[in-house]
């Protein structure tokens, strides 16, 4: 079993390794640049759906434990 990550640390590392900006991120995930920054952030209260949409652009996987 993997440790638990934090998604905000997760996405954040994974989209400056693919070489995205925020916005980039936000235009190719369908969510606004602010929701990227409040999950990068762990600040605001992002919907599970922007959270999976974020983390699935970058190949990343959303569980809950």
């Known amino acids: ?3 638990i990550v934090e ?3 997760a996405i954040r590392r994974a989209r400056r390794e693919a070489g995205l900006t925020q916005k980039d ?3 190719l995930s369908g969510v606004s ?3 990227v920054r409040a999950i990068e952030t762990g600040r605001g209260n992002p919907t599970v759906a922007a959270l999976v ?3 699935g652009v ?3 996987r959303v ?3």
Request: glycine share 14%; net charge negative.
């Open 33 to 35: 640049e602010r929701t």
């Open 58 to 60: 970058l190949g990343l």
């Open 7 to 9: 998604p905000g640390e």
């Open 25 to 27: 991120l936000a235009d």
């Open 63 to 65: 569980s809950v434990a």
């Open 1 to 3: 079993m993997q440790g």
């Open 53 to 55: 949409a974020t983390a």
